[in-house]
């Protein structure tokens, strides 16, 4: 995990084939997207855009904030190249398929996002917005998704008023995705039903509309949501070994 992942997405324009073109595009060290590279035949050019995600600049950012936990200046730097969404933050944290997961992966992950939650010298509104847009599309699941997880709730308890603002300049959409992992859980357990009961009494007639998107979320995933590496398919049919599906 400790190196640079190169993400380069081409995008050819003046192409003569008309069909789109799948390309694999492999990190330094692991494939970590596919891209589908179109024609566009107004131009002749050729634009590469590139997304860095830096993974031995943020561990020697953790290496020096855990030398001096309290310095400012180590906690900027580690928060600046901490990943700032989603697919930054599973790339770099997450396990390719096949790996072989050692203590020390997990160890790793586990470290960065503790470090990421104790940082207490960085202004509340630049973090909370962070900690919101890591949680945009992300899914529950073991080891790094679960920490991600358990960081945002322990937030939301301490910064609510803020958190709530900010959610509330976010589209409809980016909300219910925002909730819709924020209350991803395999149970449905009394903790979760208060904290969701809290956050309605405490914020119903200062954001209805947010809240009506947050108890919908609350609805569709607490206690219904599964962890995406336990299948390959989220479809709900199993069909008997053995057995063939036929349209009907």
Same mark, same amino acid.
């Given at each position: 995990m400790k190196y640079i992942n190169?993400?380069?997405?081409?995008?050819?324009?003046?192409?003569?084939?008309? *069909?789109?073109?799948?390309?694999?595009?492999?990190?330094?060290?692991?494939?970590?997207?596919?891209?589908?590279? *179109? *024609?566009?035949s107004t131009k002749n050019n050729v634009k590469i855009l590139s997304l860095v995600v830096d993974t031995l600049t943020l561990s020697n950012a953790y290496n020096a904030l855990m030398k001096h936990p309290d310095d400012k200046k180590?906690?900027?730097?580690?928060? *600046?190249?901490?990943?700032?969404?989603w697919f930054e933050y599973i790339s770099t944290y997450g396990y390719p398929e096949g790996q072989i997961i050692s203590e020390n992966d997990i160890a790793y992950g586990r470290g960065h996002i503790e470090a990421f939650g104790n940082l207490d010298l960085i202004n509340d509104t630049l973090y909370c917005t962070k900690l919101i847009d890591l949680s945009i599309?992300? %899914?529950?699941?073991?080891?790094?998704?679960? %920490?991600?997880?358990?960081?945002?709730?322990?937030?939301?308890?301490?910064?609510?008023?803020?958190?709530?603002?900010?959610?509330?300049?976010?589209?409809?959409?980016?909300?219910?995705?925002?909730?819709?992992?924020?209350?991803?859980? +395999?149970?449905?357990?009394?903790?979760?039903?208060?904290?969701?009961?809290? +956050?309605?009494?405490?914020?119903?007639?200062?954001?209805?509309?947010?809240?009506?998107?947050?108890r919908t979320a609350f609805?569709?995933?607490?206690?219904?949501?599964?962890?995406?590496?336990?299948?390959?398919?989220?479809?709900?049919?199993?069909l008997a070994e053995g057995c063939c599906c036929q349209d009907e």
């Open positions: 190169l993400i380069l997405i081409f995008v050819f324009c003046g192409c003569t084939s008309n *069909k789109d073109t799948k390309h694999v595009i492999e990190s330094t060290n692991k494939i970590v997207c596919e891209q589908i590279i *179109k *024609k566009d180590c906690q900027e730097k580690f928060f *600046k190249e901490f990943p700032t969404t599309g992300a %899914y529950i699941d073991a080891d790094a998704p679960n %920490y991600l997880h358990w960081q945002l709730h322990n937030n939301m308890g301490k910064k609510t008023a803020l958190m709530m603002k900010l959610i509330s300049s976010m589209l409809e959409s980016d909300q219910m995705l925002f909730w819709g992992f924020y209350w991803a859980s +395999l149970h449905k357990d009394n903790t979760l039903q208060t904290e969701c009961d809290n +956050l309605i009494s405490s914020q119903q007639n200062i954001y209805p509309n947010e809240v009506k998107i947050m609805e569709l995933f607490c206690g219904k949501s599964s962890f995406s590496s336990v299948s390959d398919t989220h479809v709900g049919l199993r």
